[in-house]
C-alpha cells in the first residue's frame, strides 16, 4: 500500500478519522496490510483506492462478493490496470453493511464535513444516494456551522427535514428506522471528527451515502476528501483606538480640498464645519499654505509626525491616497484612523495595483509590530456622528440635511447610497453613529460590529452588505454573537443573493457575495435578524431605532379602517400572533366604546377597527387599554382622511403624538403607527416620527418589521 501527497483524502484514511470520533465505520482493511477482519466467504466490498479516483465505480473499482484473499488480489491488481492515470495507493475490503430502507423514500444520507475559508467547519447534511440532486431541489441540505451550532441543535434542524422524518418514521405511514438518541451521537461525533480533521489538515470530508444499519446506527459507506498543508495565515489586526477617533474625534484633518465649490472635499469640509468639534481642532493639508479659508493648513502629511490627528480624511485621488498612507507607515505616526474616499484601490477600477501595495505596506508593518494607521474604505462616502453633529459625507447639506438626533442605534453600509437613502428617508433615527465602510479593505464588518460592541451607548446595528472581505465572514458572525451575548441586536441585509446580484456586487465593491445560503446559515445561528428585502430591514430598524428592548410576538391592531383590521389579521400567524383579550378586558374596552359614543359602530374585540368615527380620545383611550393588555406591541392604523382625526394642524397632532409616546414609554411596550396616506399627510406623518414615534406608510411593513424582529433567534 502506498500513500498519497497531492492533497486527496483516500476513503481508507477517511474511515479511521472517523472511527476515533466514535462514528460507525464498516469494518474494513487493505489487502496490502495484512491480516483482514473478515470470514472465508463472508460478503464484502472490495474497493480500489488510487490518488484523486473519486468517483470508484464508475472507473470500475468496486466490486462486490465473497471474502476470498487471492481472489481480491487478483481483481484489486485489475482494478490497478483500470485506472493506469490515478497513482495505485491499494486495495480496500470493507464489510458489506446491510442497512434498513424504505420503498418509495429516500433513506440514505449525503454529509459532508468542511473547512470553508470564511465560515469556518460546517457540516451539510441532506439526501444522498443517486438521486442526491433531484432530492436536493425538494429538500435542501442543512447547514450546520460548529462554531455556531450544537448537535442538539442540528437535530431540531434534522428533525423537521425530509430525511430526519424519514429516519424517524415522522412520515405517514412509514416505519421508524432510528431514533433521536442514534441520531444524536452521530451528530455529536461529526462535531469531533471535525476537530480531528483540522489537526490533520483535512479541509473537506465527503461521505455518500451514509445509511442506517440493521440496528438504526447511522453509517458511512463512502468518504474522500481534500487535504491542505497549512492553513492561510491571518492578517494582523489595526489598533482598537481607531474607533473612538472616527466616531468621536477630538480633532482632524482634511487633505484635498479644493477652492472650487462643489468639489468632493470642499463639501465634505462644509458639513464638517457645522460640527461641534472645538476651534482650532480641524485642519486641512495644503502644500505651500499656512491658512486656507480660515483654516490653518499643514504643508504636508510629514507634519502630522510632530502634531497627530485622530482622523485623517483623504479626498485625493488613488495614487495620492497610497503615498500617503505609504508616508505615515514610514514616519510611525500622524493619524489613529484614515477614512480613505476615493476609489481605485484594490477594485474594479485599479489597474495598476495601488491596493495590493497598500495591504502589503500595512501587512508589513503590522506583522513587524509596527505603527500603522487604521483605514475605513476606499470607496467611502463618509460618516454621520450626531453626538457632535459631525458629518464627513461628501452629500451637500441641501440634498441631505442632517440634524442630529443622538440615540442608541448604529447604522454601518458597504454602499454609500444605502446609508444617505436611509439617513435621508428617517431623519428621525436616533443614531449613535452612521458609517459608509466602503470596500472593507482594512477594517472590515466584523470590525465595525467590535467597535459597536465596545460601545456601551450602541444598542442596535444595522448593517447592509454586499460582500464579505476575505475570512471576514466567521469574523462577523462572532461580532455578531458577542453583541448578541450583551443583549445588542444585528440587523443586516446581504445583497448579492442571486447570481445577477453577485455579479453587480462584485463589479461595484470588488467584494464577492458569495453562497448565501451559507451566508444566512451562519449569520442567523450567530443571532442576526437578516432581512430578505430592504423594505423589511427598513421597517425593523424603525422599530428597533425606537425600541431597543423587547420581544414583539404577541401584536394588538387598532385602526380606524376595516380593510387594515382584516388585512393585518391575515399576517398574524405562528409565533408572531394576535394578541387576545381577556373578559374583563373586554368588558372595559366595551366601557371605553360607549364613552366616546362609538356603540353599535365598534366591536368589542380584536384587531380593533374604531371606524372612521374615532377621535383622539378614542384612540388614547384605546392604546391605554391596550398596552395593559398581553399584548408586547400595539400598531395604530391612521387613515388620515377623516375629519374626526386633525391632521393638518401641529396644535392637534403634536400633543396626539407626544401622549401617544408616552403611553408607550409608561407601559414599557412597544408602539407603532401607520398612516395610509399620500403627500398631504407628511408633515402629520413628520409629527409623529419627531415624537419619537416608529412611523410607518403602511400597515404591512409595519408588521413586516416586527415579523422580522420576531424571528430572532
Known amino acids: ?31 496490502e496490510a495484512g491480516p483482514l477482519p473478515f470470514a472465508s466467504g463472508e460478503p464484502i466490498v472490495l474497493k ?23 481472489a481480491l488480489k487478483a481483481e484489486a ?43 469556518g467547519w460546517l457540516v451539510v447534511c441532506g439526501i444522498g444516494g443517486l438521486q442526491a440532486d433531484a432530492w436536493a431541489a425538494l429538500a435542501p441540505p442543512l447547514i450546520w456551522p460548529l462554531a455556531f451550532c450544537t448537535p442538539e441543535q442540528a437535530l431540531e434542524d434534522l428533525r423537521e427535514h425530509w430525511l430526519g422524518r424519514t429516519w424517524l418514521g415522522r412520515q405517514r405511514g412509514a416505519e421508524a428506522l432510528t431514533d433521536e438518541r442514534k441520531l444524536l451521537a452521530f451528530l455529536q461525533g461529526l462535531w469531533k471528527a471535525a476537530e480531528g480533521l483540522d489537526r490533520e489538515g483535512v479541509t473537506l470530508l465527503e461521505l455518500n451515502p451514509v445509511v442506517l444499519d440493521s440496528d438504526g446506527l447511522p453509517t458511512a459507506l463512502d468518504g474522500v476528501g481534500t487535504l491542505e498543508a497549512t492553513a492561510p495565515e491571518a492578517l494582523a489586526v489595526p489598533d482598537p483606538a481607531w474607533y473612538r477617533a472616527l466616531v468621536s474625534p477630538r480633532n482632524l484633518v482634511i487633505a484635498g480640498v479644493s477652492n472650487r465649490e462643489g468639489t468632493v472635499g470642499r463639501i465634505i469640509l462644509e458639513n464638517i464645519q457645522r460640527s461641534t468639534l472645538p476651534p482650532g481642532a480641524l485642519r486641512l493639508i495644503k502644500p505651500g499654505a499656512t491658512e486656507f479659508l480660515g483654516l490653518p493648513c499643514l504643508g504636508s502629511v510629514a507634519e502630522l509626525a510632530a502634531a497627530p490627528t485622530d482622523q485623517l480624511i483623504l479626498s485625493l485621488p488613488a495614487p495620492l491616497t497610497l503615498e500617503v498612507v505609504e508616508q505615515l507607515c514610514r514616519q510611525g505616526g500622524g493619524a489613529t484612523v484614515v477614512y480613505l474616499v476615493a476609489g481605485g484601490l484594490g477594485d ?33 462616502l463618509g460618516l454621520y456622528s450626531p453626538d457632535q453633529d459631525l458629518n464627513t459625507l461628501f452629500i451637500p447639506d441641501e440634498k441631505l440635511p442632517l440634524r442630529p438626533h443622538p440615540g442608541h442605534a448604529a447604522l454601518v453600509s458597504q454602499s454609500g447610497a444605502f446609508l444617505i437613502t436611509r439617513l435621508s428617508r ?13 470596500n472593507q479593505m482594512d477594517l472590515r464588518c466584523s470590525d465595525f460590529l467590535a467597535g459597536f460592541g465596545s460601545d456601551p451607548a450602541v444598542k442596535v446595528v444595522g448593517a447592509y452588505l454586499e460582500g464579505f472581505a476575505p475570512g471576514d465572514l466567521q469574523a462577523t458572525a462572532r461580532a455578531a454573537k458577542a453583541l448578541r451575548a450583551s443583549g445588542r441586536r444585528v440587523l443586516l441585509y446581504k445583497g448579492g443573493r442571486s447570481q445577477e446580484g453577485m455579479a453587480a456586487a462584485s463589479s461595484h465593491t470588488g467584494a464577492l457575495a458569495g453562497d448565501h445560503a451559507l451566508q444566512a446559515s451562519l449569520l442567523r445561528r450567530a443571532g442576526v435578524m437578516l432581512a430578505d428585502r430592504i423594505e423589511a430591514f427598513d421597517a425593523a430598524f424603525s422599530w428597533l431605532g425606537a425600541y431597543a428592548e423587547g420581544a414583539p410576538r404577541r401584536v394588538a391592531i387598532m385602526t380606524n379602517a376595516g380593510f387594515e383590521s382584516v388585512a393585518s389579521a391575515d399576517l398574524l400567524e405562528g409565533p408572531f400572533r394576535g394578541a387576545k383579550l381577556t373578559g374583563a378586558e ?3 374596552l366595551t366601557r ?3 364613552t366616546h359614543g362609538l356603540t353599535g359602530l365598534v366591536s368589542p374585540r380584536l384587531p380593533l377597527d374604531l371606524t372612521p368615527m374615532a377621535d383622539e380620545a378614542a384612540y ?31 396644535a392637534a397632532f403634536v400633543p396626539f403624538a407626544n401622549a401617544l409616546r408616552a403611553l408607550a414609554r409608561d407601559s414599557g411596550k412597544w408602539l407603532g403607527v401607520a398612516v395610509e396616506g399620500g403627500a398631504p399627510y407628511d408633515a402629520y406623518r413628520q409629527g409623529l416620527r419627531e415624537a419619537g414615534l416608529p412611523v410607518f406608510l403602511t400597515m404591512e411593513e409595519a408588521l413586516e418589521g416586527l415579523r422580522l424582529i420576531a424571528s430572532e433567534v
Not at 498519497?4 to 460507525?24: D, K, N, P, Q, V
Not at 485599479?350 to 500595512?362: I, N, S, V, W
Not at 387613515?639 to 391632521?647: A, D, E, K, Q, Y
Open 348 to 380: 474594479g477600477a485599479d489597474c495598476e495595483g495601488l491596493g495590493k501595495r497598500l495591504m502589503a505596506c500595512l501587512d508589513e508593518h503590522r506583522r513587524a509590530g509596527k505603527w500603522t494607521p487604521a483605514l475605513v474604505g476606499p470607496n467611502g
Open 592 to 594: 371605553t366604546i360607549e
Open 586 to 588: 373586554t368588558g372595559a
Open 426 to 438: 428617517r431623519p428621525e433615527l436616533g443614531l449613535r453613529a452612521a458609517v459608509a465602510i466602503g
Open 620 to 650: 388614547l383611550a384605546g392604546a391605554r387599554l391596550l398596552l395593559a393588555s398581553e399584548a408586547d406591541v400595539v400598531v395604530v392604523g391612521l387613515v388620515p382622511l377623516t375629519r374626526r382625526l386633525g391632521t393638518a394642524d401641529p
Open 77 to 119: 491488481a485489475a482494478m490497478k490496470a483500470r485506472v493506469p492515470e490515478h497513482p495505485w495507493i491499494g486495495g480496500l475490503v470493507c464489510e458489506k453493511v446491510a442497512f434498513k430502507r424504505l420503498p418509495g423514500l429516500p433513506t440514505e444520507a449525503l454529509v459532508s464535513l468542511k473547512r470553508d475559508p470564511d465560515a
Open 1 to 31: 500500500m502506498t500513500t498519497t501527497s497531492t492533497g486527496f483524502l483516500h476513503e481508507g484514511r477517511a474511515y479511521g478519522l472517523l472511527a476515533a470520533a466514535g462514528l460507525r465505520v464498516p469494518r474494513h482493511g487493505f489487502l
Open 48 to 70: 480500489g483506492i488510487a490518488d484523486q479516483l473519486w468517483h470508484k465505480s464508475d472507473k470500475g473499482a468496486v466490486h462486490f462478493g465473497p471474502f476470498d484473499e487471492a
